[in-house]
């Protein structure tokens, strides 16, 4: 089955810099890969997602990558804000989702 | 958007007894539910895949006599812990799909707000 594995598990910067979680998988099958942001005692909620057939995938401050070759992709910020400070999640899948351990993001004003 | 509810948000019950969670798509149609469980700072754990109108199929390790799913319509999934344990508690989050997973395509999942039992 699906191995996701992530890295760091925590990640500090200061306010305006940017962060960079890096996720790698293991099956060759899998063919979409969301991230999630997940606050403390809520539900995760969806940021930005990358299908197999693209490499790249921008949204204002988030960007994804995906290298299918080296089965990784990364969750990029830029501007980091306090506000984007919860736990990070990013997850493959064949068909069903696979989550890594997750990286609990502070931004530091 | 689309919206998952989950019901209760959160249940403590004594130990032996069984709980009931409902997980519902308020405005689509889900082909499929997903079960996951949560412990504190760590990742979400499928515990099971739920498609309306068939039996659950649950992950290794899971039991499915204590976990009972039943995904009776496109709209409702529910998950029944029974004779509850203090090692149940978690907090349980389900998930919904809208589109068909039968050919490896896979649709957005969207997240209910979560339960948190509480087993004493």
């Known amino acids: 089955g699906e191995n996701v594995e992530q890295h760091p598990s925590t990640l500090s910067v200061q306010e305006g810099d940017s962060a960079v979680i890096k996720c790698t998988y293991s099956d060759s099958a899998s063919n979409y890969f969301p991230w999630y942001k997940q606050e403390l005692g809520k539900r995760p909620q969806l940021i930005i997602d990358?299908?197999?057939?693209?490499g790249e995938k921008k949204d204002q401050r988030i960007a994804v990558t995906l290298n299918k070759t080296a089965k990784h992709f990364s969750l990029h910020i830029t501007e980091t804000q306090p506000e984007d400070s919860a736990v990070y999640f990013c997850?493959?899948?064949?068909?069903?989702?696979?989550f890594g351990a997750g990286t609990r993001l502070t931004v530091k004003p | 958007g689309a919206v998952v509810s989950q019901h209760p948000s959160w249940v403590i019950c004594k130990s032996g007894t069984s709980v009931k969670i409902e997980c519902r798509s308020l405005?689509?149609?889900?082909?499929?539910m997903f079960w996951y469980r949560q412990f504190p700072k760590q990742s979400l754990m499928l515990m099971a895949t739920?498609?309306?109108?068939?039996?659950?199929?649950?992950e290794q390790g899971v039991e499915k006599d204590k976990f009972l799913i039943n995904h009776a319509s496109l709209t409702l999934s529910t998950l029944t812990v029974t004779s509850a344990h203090p090692e149940d508690s978690s907090f349980y989050i389900c998930?919904?799909?809208?589109?068909?997973?039968?050919?490896?395509?896979?649709?957005?999942?969207?997240f209910g707000p979560g339960t948190r039992l509480t087993v004493l």
């Open positions: 405005d689509f149609q889900a082909t499929t």
């Open positions: 997850a493959a899948s064949p068909n069903d989702m696979r």
């Open positions: 990358i299908r197999s057939n693209v």
């Open positions: 998930s919904a799909v809208g589109g068909s997973l039968l050919w490896g395509s896979t649709d957005t999942q969207y």
């Open positions: 739920s498609n309306e109108g068939s039996k659950a199929t649950y």
